[in-house]
């Protein structure tokens, strides 16, 4: 099974990140930022991803620190459990609707992070939590997972709604690009050989 676990402590948060790849969509959240949970929660249920995030921050501040580092933890996990890419269909997209609200994300396992978020939210905030932490959420997880992200929330009214729809979305793109081609079984899907 592809699994790791990254432990990250800086004066601001602490949070261990423990993933399995392979899993079947457990989870174990306590990250003290409730709706960040309930998203993370989409993540490992639509990507058949096992998580365990523990995090302790600064909340007394803000979630800023909180959110980001949970970001850059879990994207540490992922890149050291998918490994060498060898046999990665490397590539996943996902449309996901929810009632109004429909969004688009696409990944590339390419060991290039980039980031590209479109979601207009809304309204500001969705009860506590600030809507503007989304992209430091997820220019963590990319600049550590080494990866390449396109989100893009088509349309949505609701903005609990439009976040649920990424995070939905995210999960099955993971779940589509991590799977095993059985084609490629001992490839790296790339012609220069590496990602």
Do not use: C, W
Not at 23 to 50: P, S
């Amino acid at each position: 099974m592809r699994t790791a676990e990254i432990s990250r402590n800086t004066l601001e948060t602490q949070i261990t990140a423990k993933v399995n790849l392979d899993g079947t969509g457990q989870v174990k959240l306590a990250t003290g930022v409730a709706f960040l949970d309930h998203m993370l929660d989409q993540i490992a249920r639509h990507g058949l991803i096992d998580l365990d995030i523990q995090a302790k921050g600064d909340l007394h501040i803000d979630a800023h620190h909180t959110v980001e580092d949970i970001g850059i933890t879990l994207g540490q996990a992922v890149a050291k459990a998918v490994g060498d890419k060898k046999g990665i269909r490397r590539y996943g997209h996902a449309y996901v609707p929810l009632d109004e609200a429909l969004s688009r994300v696409v990944v590339d396992f390419s060991g290039r992070p980039g980031l590209e978020f479109h979601v207009d939210f809304t309204r500001a905030r969705i009860g506590e939590f600030d809507v503007d932490l989304f992209r430091e959420f997820f220019q963590g997880f990319v600049n550590h997972a080494q990866v390449t992200l396109h989100v893009d929330n088509l349309r949505g009214i609701n903005a609990h709604h439009q976040a649920e729809t990424v995070f939905k979305a995210l999960g099955r793109a993971l779940r589509m690009a991590l799977e095993a081609d059985p084609r490629m079984a001992d490839v790296v899907p790339s012609t220069k050989g590496t990602l």
